[in-house]
């Protein structure tokens, strides 16, 4: 079942802009995670998040978690073309050992 | 070698058709996974493998039915399916079994039934 839901559904901008995309989930996580998507293909992790930490970074990627709301942040910085996907965040938590993944957003970079 | 793979990347299939789905990795992992994902949907856990047994059954219709027949492989038989199965069938693996890790896809099968 969907854990949660990401917002917005779906983002365009201009290449170089920054893109930023929300995801809030419903029960106690382990960890949340950031998985990519090109159009119909497999699905590319991108980073990890535990529950005990607040920020993290990777590359042009920046990742927020805030437990006490629930809800994490994606921002992708100087975007390009090839950032354009699907993005989708997934909880993981001890109790259900599995990911469960958000909603998605449609991150669209236009040259 | 990182990859999970998956064959075949697409079949269309009768609804009396008996046919598999297959995925292998050589990444020394012990738990794989099948999703399935529709059109603008996010991926919906079916079956979760751990150390080569099945722990996790989503309550997925019998028509489908995951074997494994080693740390390396994961299939899934596919009969007497419904157009509405029609999806993107993802597989994906992990070091240890969830939470504490990140999981592999592969580039999925995209089936229709027809």
């Known amino acids: 079942s969907q854990q949660g839901e990401e917002d917005p559904q779906a983002l365009s901008i201009q290449e170089g802009e920054n893109a930023t995309m929300n995801c809030s989930y419903k029960t106690s996580i382990n960890n949340l995670q950031w998985y990519r998507q090109n159009s119909g293909r497999g699905l590319v992790h991108l980073i990890l998040?535990?529950?005990?930490?607040r920020e993290k970074h990777s590359g042009r990627l920046r990742v927020t978690l805030d437990t006490s709301k629930k809800s994490s942040s994606l921002l992708i910085t100087a975007s390009r073309a090839a950032d354009t996907a699907s993005y989708f965040c997934?909880?993981?938590?001890?109790?259900?050992?599995?990911?469960?993944f958000g909603s998605g957003t449609q991150l669209t970079v236009l040259p | 070698d990182t990859e999970v793979t998956q064959t075949p990347k697409h079949l269309v299939m009768g609804m009396t058709n008996k046919k598999s789905l297959k995925c292998e990795q050589h990444m020394g992992h012990r738990a794989m996974y099948w999703y399935k994902q529709k059109a603008k949907k996010p991926p919906e856990l079916m079956f979760v493998?751990?150390?080569?047994?099945?722990?996790i059954n989503e309550s997925v219709p019998s028509r489908f039915s995951p074997e494994c027949p080693n740390s390396s492989l994961l299939n899934l038989h596919l009969h007497a399916l419904q157009p509405e199965d029609s999806a993107l069938y993802l597989c994906?693996?992990?070091?240890?079994?969830?939470?504490?890790?990140?999981?592999?896809f592969g580039q999925g099968t995209r089936l229709t039934v027809v």
């Open positions: 994906a693996s992990s070091q240890e079994p969830l939470p504490n890790t990140e999981a592999f």
């Open positions: 997934a909880t993981a938590s001890g109790s259900a050992r599995q990911l469960t």
């Open positions: 998040i535990r529950s005990n930490e």
């Open positions: 493998y751990s150390y080569e047994k099945l722990s």
